[in-house]
C-alpha cells in the first residue's frame, strides 16, 4: 500500500498526483505544489483469473515523508481507501 495515505503533504505533493493519474482516479489536488525528495515508487503487474492485467502504482518510500496517520481519509471523508 502507498505510504502517501498516511503523509501530511498528500493533499500538495506532484508525486502522488502523479501516482492518481496512472490510477485513473480523481485527483485529491487539481495543481500541487510541493515536490518530494527521493520518492520511490514500486510498479506491481497483477494478473487477475481472467489473464487481465492490472498495474498498481505504490509510493513506498520518500525522504519527504511526514507522518500524519489518516490524512487521506481526511481529505477524502467517507470514501474507501485506495488499494
Known sequence: MC???NCKLV????????????HGVEHI????????IKPYIHVSIIKDLN???KIDWDVQSCSSFSEESGKWSKCRPGLELPI
Open 3 to 5: 505510504i502517501c495515505i
Open 11 to 22: 493533499d500538495r505533493c506532484m508525486t502522488y498526483h502523479d501516482v492518481e493519474k496512472n
Open 29 to 36: 489536488c487539481d495543481i500541487p505544489n510541493f515536490k518530494p
Open 51 to 53: 489473464g487481465d492485467s
